[in-house]
């Protein structure tokens, strides 16, 4: 065994900030209080129900996730927000009409003490959003500052001993890096100067690092994806993960796509098309939005494949994807996927997978996840990118240079060895020799 690295206590209060109260936001809050009160199971979620396996496998050593690496309890975490509609978190999760309202009333007087903070909103980066709940300030670099503000205040007044924020906003327009990204001194000037090529979820990702709080973009958008905060995430010490929540129809591509790829099975052509109807949908019909979510949802395939390494096999794929604004069907997506397969001497098949999902169900675990392991990340002094954390996004950050791992087992392999090495145990290779020598 090696040394394990050190780790500060999880004992206290931990605040989990959501930037957004909509489907997911709400799923995640009110999931949580239906699991401390025993009415519902926190299927889906690797810190609540996962095990490790340590050493080797004659030594049966498997403990849960949770027990070993002394992880907040439900009961030790606090929700907060901001959002661009007053509502609050029981009125919102209503809105959102994922979680049956029987549900929902019985946790009715614990959502309706989460009222969200104002919003720092600007209607052109999401074309298709308006509300009422928005601050007010000349520049950006205000703006940032009362969100300073709000985090600062929200710590104190709950008695948090650690904070961690999360992006479940809309999903952005297309932006590319630009010259204000580059360094912490051009994004503070552009904060100072209003910069159009500095959105809203940037401002909150730049408060939230500066003040050296783990941090993770839900949404596809480039929020904390750029040189600048990775710079100031760096002297911060702040975690970062990203981007876009991996469910639905491309966690299923990320499983289905390495399966067919293990076996050399070509793929002439992956045809994938949703229907969903919550606000989310509702935002993503405006193209800008559209062509955010469309980079994060295509870039998948190519990395799984690596047509480079198998020409002839997945060179000329043809990958489409589809998202249809369809109201009747709320939160409940559907999801068609066509794969066209080419196998044995070039002979042509067919795959079709027919995902009947529940956007939110799916998201709600992850964003859990996702809070405490950023946390168990910073109590454990690691800073900037958690590739580890890729398990759970359809758009991994990396690091410059390297590409991103999309296949959704070697995620895991990645998390639960980050996990094991915390813990100064073997990483586990599968070479399994030694049970046969
Ligand atoms: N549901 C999923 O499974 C899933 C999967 C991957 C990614 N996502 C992404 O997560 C994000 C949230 O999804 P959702 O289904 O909850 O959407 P939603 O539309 O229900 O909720 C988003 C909320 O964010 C608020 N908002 C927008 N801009 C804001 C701002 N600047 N400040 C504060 N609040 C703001 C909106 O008012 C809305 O209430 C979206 O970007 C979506 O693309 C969702």
Do not use: C, M, N
């Given at each position: 065994m090696k040394k394990p690295v050190e780790i500060a206590p999880g004992a206290g209060k931990l605040g989990i900030l959501l930037v957004g109260l909509g489907a997911v936001s709400t799923t995640v809050i009110a999931g949580v209080h239906a699991i401390r009160k025993k009415l519902a199971p926190p299927i889906g979620s690797l810190t609540e129900l996962g095990t490790v396996r340590l050493g080797k496998r004659t030594e049966r050593r498997s403990p849960r996730i949770r027990e070993i690496f002394d992880l907040p309890t439900l009961d030790d975490i606090v929700f907060g927000g901001w959002d661009i509609f007053e509502e609050d978190c029981y009125a919102a999760a209503r809105t959102a009409g994922v979680l049956e309202p029987s549900l929902l009333d019985q946790l009715r007087p614990d959502l309706e003490a989460i009222r969200p903070m104002s919003a720092v909103f600007?209607?052109?980066?999401?074309?298709?959003l308006d509300g009422p709940n928005i601050k007010k300030a000349k520049t950006k670099k205000d703006l940032a500052d009362q969100l300073i503000d709000d985090i600062r205040r929200f710590k104190e007044r709950h008695g948090c001993a650690r904070l961690v924020l999360i992006w479940c906003g809309s999903t952005e327009v297309y932006m590319k890096e630009s010259?204000?990204?580059?360094s912490i001194k051009s994004l503070e000037q552009g904060l100072e100067q209003n910069?159009?090529?500095?959105p809203s979820s940037m401002i909150y990702a730049y408060a939230a690092i500066k003040e050296g709080l783990p941090y993770a973009n839900a949404a596809p958008n480039l929020s904390a994806d750029i040189p600048a905060l990775l710079d100031l995430a760096a002297r911060t010490k702040s975690p970062l993960a990203g981007?876009?929540?991996?469910?639905g129809q491309t966690l299923v591509k990320t499983i289905v796509a390495p399966g067919l790829k293990a076996r050399l099975l070509g793929v002439a052509g992956w045809y994938s098309t949703n229907i969903l109807g919550n606000r989310d949908g509702e935002v993503l019909d405006d193209p800008e939005s559209f062509k955010t979510k469309e980079e994060s949802k295509k870039s998948v395939l190519d990395y799984i494949f690596q047509p480079h390494l198998y020409p002839g096999l997945y060179d000329s794929l043809h990958h489409v994807v589809r998202i249809n604004y369809y109201p009747p069907r709320g939160d409940n997506k559907e999801g068609w996927d066509n794969i066209d397969l080419v196998g044995w001497l070039g002979y042509p098949m067919q795959l079709k997978i027919n995902f009947l999902c529940r956007d939110s169900i799916l998201a709600a675990p992850i964003v859990l996840d996702t809070a405490l392991f950023l946390d168990l990340a910073k109590r454990a002094n690691m800073s900037g990118i958690?590739?580890?954390?890729?398990?759970?996004?359809?758009s991994p950050m990396h690091a410059a240079g390297l590409y991103p791992e999309h296949d959704l087992f070697i995620q895991l392999m990645k998390l639960k060895n980050t996990l094991r090495y915390l813990k100064g145990e073997e990483l586990i290779?599968?070479?399994?020799?030694e049970y046969y020598d």
């Open positions: 600007d209607r052109q980066y999401v074309k298709r010259a204000a990204h580059q910069d159009p090529s500095i981007k876009d929540l991996k469910t958690q590739e580890w954390l890729s398990f759970y996004f359809k290779t599968h070479l399994g020799r």
